[in-house]
């Protein structure tokens, strides 16, 4: 039973943060080589598509961190699961009240153009979201460590 919940929440964290790290290294980096109607139209798409999964993808991550650490409470482990948990709320936090906020505005663009306003708002996404991705990657290896150590 806790090899199956190591496996599913290794799985569902790791395949999170890839997801996470390939928007801000590949998707973004592309998008801003497109004409201004077109980079309008694909980050509105992104923006919805992803919008409405990652909230339960960040949910269910959190939920599976904390039945670790709840399962681990008393190894040696437990302390370091404790930090991941920690690490990802305060990244759903940092993602609710920085990130949604210009996430949802995107997602509103119509595509026909792509203001400067948008654009900045764009870039300063990605920026924030990659401090995100890092704190996302800390959190996995304090997971990873205590589990598999």
């Excluded at 190894?75 to 990802?88: E, F, N, P, Q």
């Excluded at 990657?137 to 997971?143: H, Q, Y």
């Amino acid at each position: 039973m806790i090899l199956t919940l190591d496996i599913v929440t290794t799985m569902c964290i790791g395949l999170l943060i890839g997801t996470e790290f390939a928007v801000s290294a590949f998707v973004n980096p592309i998008l801003w080589k497109l004409d201004e109607s077109a980079q309008s139209r694909a980050v509105s798409l992104f923006a919805r598509k992803l919008g409405a999964v990652m909230p339960f993808w960040y949910g269910a991550s959190f939920l599976l961190l904390v039945a670790e650490a709840a399962i681990r409470w008393r190894t040696g482990g437990a302390a370091l699961i404790c930090a991941a948990a920690g690490l990802w709320a305060a990244a759903i936090i940092l993602s609710l009240a920085v990130l949604v906020p210009i996430n949802n505005r995107l997602a509103r663009l119509d595509g026909l153009s792509f203001a400067a306003t948008a654009r900045r708002e764009h870039r300063r996404w990605d920026t924030i979201h990659r401090i995100r991705v890092m704190e996302l990657s800390a959190a996995m290896v304090c997971f990873l460590i205590a589990v598999y150590r």
